[in-house]
Structures are given as C-alpha cells and as structure tokens.
C-alpha cells in the first residue's frame, strides 16, 4: 500500500528551540494538509498546499509557524521557536485532488512533539 | 466559514448493537464527506466516503448517509464488535476553498 512517510517519529526538544517535521506525500497526489492533535482531540487544519502551492495558512500561529513544500516529494512544518504549548500530534495527509473531485485522503503515522 | 459538528461525543453501545454518529455543516458548496476511525496512538484511517450526488453508500458493515438539504450526513455501523472501538471522526471538502475540515470526533466503546 501507499504510504504517507512522515519524519521524525518522535522529537522532543526543549522550548525555544527549532523544530522541523518533514512529510513526503504519496506518489501523484497534489494536496498535502497539515494538523495538529492534542490528546486525542480533534484535528485542527494549519495549512494546506496544492500543487507546491500554500492555499491557506490562516490556522498556523503565524509568528513561530511555516509550512513549505520545497518539491513535490516533501513538506515541511517548522517551530520557531517552539513553546510547550506546541506539544502535540503533527500529522500530514495527502490526496489527489483532480476536476473538482476528491479521491480520499491518506495520513501519514504523525511526528508526536514534546516541548519541555 | 466552515464549520462541523459532531454528536454524540461519546457512545456505548452492547456488542452486536447498532451505533449511528452524526455531523452537521454549514458550507453549502461542500461536496466530498470522508469518516476516518483513529484507534488510540495511531493515525486517522479512512473507512467510507461519500460524494454531493450520492445519497446512501454501503460497505458491509457501515454506511453513510446524506442529506443534503438539511445539511447533515451520518455514519451507521451494524453488528458492531469490540475491535469497532475507536475514536470516529467526519470531515467536510469545500468545493470553494478544498478546505478539509473535521468534526470534534466520537468515542465509541463497543462492550462484549
């Protein structure tokens, strides 16, 4: 099965620190999402890119959040610099996106963040 | 903007009862609504879909419903078993802004 490959795992690094999670998306899908979940709670929407290109961020703390997707194969969400209250599960998930219809996103198994 | 709602937040049902959820939303222009069942330390899984021009869609144990007038779709699972324990979640695809938006997901315990 295709999978979406997210990188690291785990992390845990101490506040103020830089913190990057990598994605890379299934082969020929053309939307990436990012969310963050805390203690099985809901999934809250940061950003979302089609084709390489960021369609909305509104949901990431702008001061200390980016997102970016150097090429088709990665993305990337970094912390900058990271508070505790940034702990959480970080998932991305893919999808193709073709003529107005959707055919299922996938997620990847989230990089778990503790800022200490 | 979009907004989507979950009930119950919780449920609990007997092994081989039936359990529905249900999710509410406000954009119109939606037309893609995905369930995803989490099971505890793991990722979103998804299970069932269904598209604007589908009202009822079924495979083998569950099935979602939509309504779109009212705005609403429901997932249905039947015969439930232990191993349906989970934490469910319904989404919502805008046509106008791709947004995928999730409900605040339900516990649902499925009890021998």
């Known amino acids: ?116 | 903007g979009e907004n989507v709602e979950q009930h119950p937040s919780t449920l609990s049902v007997q092994e081989g009862d039936s359990a529905v959820i249900k999710c509410t939303y406000s954009d119109s222009a939606s037309n893609y609504f995905p369930w995803y069942k989490q099971e505890l330390g793991k990722r979103p899984q998804l299970i069932i879909d269904i598209r604007s021009n589908v009202g009822e869609k079924k495979d083998q144990r569950i099935a979602v419903t939509l309504n779109k007038t009212a705005k609403h779709f429901s997932l249905h699972i039947t015969e439930t078993q232990p191993e349906d324990s989970a934490v469910y979640f319904c989404a919502v695809l805008s046509y106008n802004t791709d947004k995928l938006i999730f409900g605040t997901g339900t516990r649902l315990q499925v009890f021998p």
């Open chain 1, 1 to 116: 099965d295709a999978r979406v490959t997210q990188t690291p795992r785990h992390k845990v690094t101490e506040m103020g620190q830089e913190v990057t999670m990598r994605c890379q998306p299934i082969l020929g899908h053309n939307t990436v999402f990012w969310y963050r979940q805390t203690m099985m709670q809901g999934l809250e929407l940061l950003a979302y890119f089609r084709n390489r290109a960021p369609l909305d961020d509104s949901g990431m703390p702008k001061d200390r959040f980016s997102a970016e997707m150097p090429d088709a194969t990665l993305a990337t969400l970094k912390i900058q610099p990271s508070e505790p209250r940034d702990s959480a599960v970080y998932f991305c998930a893919s999808g193709l996106v073709t003529r107005g219809l959707s055919y299922g996103y996938t997620f990847g198994s989230g990089t778990r963040l503790t800022v200490v």
